[in-house]
């Protein structure tokens, strides 16, 4: 399977991030509007009663006022232009008032507007929440200490949408994320009304990653209150718990940092060039990346006949032409080919023998790669 041009993605994610800046944009002026929203209506109300009063009971010069033309004088008045002075003794009241009530409707509505456009900490949060809530399909991560900050950076690089949640503001993960327009909202995720602000009825997975498993647990029990059989998954440090969790609460996955760290931490200290590690069926594999010695053994070699006799898994293929995440069985290795295999330790050591300058597979396979 080739991976799909790293140019194409980046251009792809950077016009999804354009559309979902201008829906966030729209949003958010709905947000400024809806501060200063009491006193555009009582400004609104004050227009239209004085309007209808202006045409029934105004009469400049004699002549009756059609109702557009009641609206825009009253409208007029209300901002200090004013108008032939009325006749009428109550009607003068209000062409003393109206300017008075509507500059003062106008300003207060300002004032609402600009107190919230220039309170940089609630204009942040305002727009991290309107740029979230235009996310679909994407993964709530909850707690941006290192983990949790290596977790979205996993997630961004495979093209996954991400909506982070910290509680500590000025964060400097959360910072980081901000600079690379990750929406993070602060707040305690043990809240509904945080998660919902997340995206948490439109999301697909909640990752909880706070190094506290109680909070955690917190966390996932919120959202699945909130939303009923949300994906979720843990980090907790206590492995008794994370069976019981799975087991007990249906929480797909609950991760034992520890657990899993330790297989990593082991093979490590055998191999130095291990990446990873895991259990599989009980079998400690590791992960290791080398790159295809001139005249070694592996040099003109068949990924599939490699792979039978040595009893590993060839996962990844780079050189200067391209690269593959799963190489064909009829591909055959150059020197300079950089590969990342899968397997026991025993056979990595023995492919990393087999892979020195001058080493040679014996007969058989040789023959065999030949064919």
Same mark, same amino acid.
């Given at each position: 399977?080739?991976?799909?041009? +790293?140019?194409?993605?980046?251009?792809?994610?950077?016009?999804?991030?354009? %559309?979902?800046?201008?829906?966030?944009?729209?949003?958010?002026?709905?947000?400024?509007?809806?501060?200063?929203?009491?006193?555009?209506?009582?400004?609104?109300?004050?227009?239209?009663?004085?309007?209808?009063?202006?045409?029934?009971?105004?009469?400049?010069?004699?002549?009756?006022?059609?109702?557009?033309?009641?609206?825009?004088?009253?409208?007029?008045?209300?901002?200090?232009? +004013?108008?032939?002075?009325?006749?009428?003794?109550?009607?003068?009241?209000?062409?003393?008032?109206?300017?008075?009530?509507?500059?003062?409707?106008?300003?207060? #509505?300002?004032? =609402?507007?600009?107190?919230?456009?220039?309170?940089?900490?609630?204009?942040?949060?305002?727009?991290?929440?309107?740029?979230?809530?235009?996310?679909?399909?994407?993964?709530?991560?909850?707690?941006?200490?290192?983990?949790?900050?290596?977790?979205?950076?996993? *997630?961004?690089?495979?093209?996954?949408?991400?909506?982070?949640?910290?509680?500590?503001?000025?964060?400097?993960?959360?910072?980081?994320? %901000?600079?690379?327009?990750? +929406?993070?909202?602060? #707040?305690?995720?043990?809240? *509904?009304?945080?998660?919902?602000?997340? #995206?948490?009825?439109?999301?697909?997975?909640?990752?909880?990653?706070?190094?506290?498993? *109680?909070?955690?647990?917190?966390?996932?029990?919120?959202?699945?209150?909130?939303?009923? #059989? &949300?994906?979720?998954?843990?980090?907790?440090?206590?492995?008794? *718990?994370?069976?019981?969790?799975? =087991?007990?609460?249906?929480?797909?996955?609950?991760? =034992?940092?520890?657990?899993?760290?330790?297989?990593?931490?082991?093979?490590?200290?055998?191999?130095?060039?291990?990446?990873?590690?895991?259990?599989?069926?009980?079998?400690?594999? $590791? $992960?290791?990346?080398?790159?295809?010695?001139?005249?070694?053994?592996?040099?003109? %070699?068949?990924?599939?006949?490699?792979?039978?006799?040595?009893?590993?898994?060839?996962?990844?293929?780079?050189?200067?032409?391209?690269?593959?995440?799963? +190489?064909?069985?009829?591909?055959?290795?150059?020197?300079?080919?950089?590969?990342? &295999? &899968?397997?026991?330790?025993?056979?990595?050591?023995? &492919?990393?023998?087999?892979?020195?300058?001058?080493?040679?597979?014996?007969?058989?396979?040789?023959?065999?790669?030949?064919?």
């Amino acid at each position: 399977m080739k991976s799909s041009s +790293p140019g194409s993605t980046s251009r792809s994610r950077t016009r999804a991030q354009r %559309r979902r800046i201008a829906r966030a944009a729209l949003r958010d002026g709905r947000l400024v509007l809806r501060e200063s929203g009491i006193w555009i209506t009582l400004f609104a109300v004050l227009w239209f009663g004085l309007g209808l009063l202006f045409w029934r009971y105004y009469q400049p010069e004699g002549q009756q006022l059609s109702l557009a033309n009641g609206l825009y004088l009253a409208f007029a008045q209300m901002l200090f232009q +004013p108008q032939p002075f009325p006749q009428t003794g109550w009607l003068q009241i209000f062409f003393f008032l109206a300017p008075a009530i509507g500059l003062t409707l106008v300003a207060r #509505g300002a004032l =609402s507007a600009g107190l919230f456009i220039f309170d940089k900490r609630n204009r942040r949060e305002a727009w991290q929440m309107a740029l979230a809530s235009t996310y679909r399909d994407h993964v709530i991560v909850c707690g941006l200490g290192k983990v949790g900050y290596r977790v979205v950076g996993q *997630l961004l690089a495979t093209g996954q949408d991400v909506v982070a949640i910290e509680t500590t503001h000025g964060s400097e993960f959360a910072e980081l994320l %901000r600079s690379q327009d990750v +929406p993070v909202i602060s #707040g305690d995720a043990r809240r *509904l009304e945080v998660l919902e602000a997340a #995206g948490l009825q439109q999301c697909c997975s909640v990752v909880c990653v706070i190094n506290d498993d *109680l909070v955690n647990l917190d966390i996932a029990l919120t959202a699945r209150q909130g939303r009923p #059989g &949300i994906r979720l998954v843990l980090r907790v440090f206590n492995e008794a *718990l994370s069976q019981k969790l799975q =087991s007990a609460f249906n929480i797909k996955a609950a991760f =034992s940092t520890s657990a899993l760290a330790a297989p990593t931490f082991a093979a490590a200290a055998t191999n130095r060039d291990v990446t990873n590690a895991l259990y599989v069926g009980g079998k400690l594999l $590791t $992960t290791q990346e080398l790159t295809v010695a001139a005249r070694g053994a592996l040099d003109g %070699r068949l990924v599939g006949t490699i792979e039978q006799e040595h009893d590993i898994s060839v996962l990844y293929f780079r050189n200067d032409r391209g690269e593959d995440l799963r +190489p064909r069985n009829d591909h055959r290795l150059a020197g300079g080919d950089v590969i990342v &295999i &899968i397997g026991t330790l025993a056979s990595l050591a023995q &492919i990393v023998q087999l892979n020195q300058p001058g080493a040679r597979p014996h007969l058989p396979e040789a023959m065999r790669d030949q064919s």
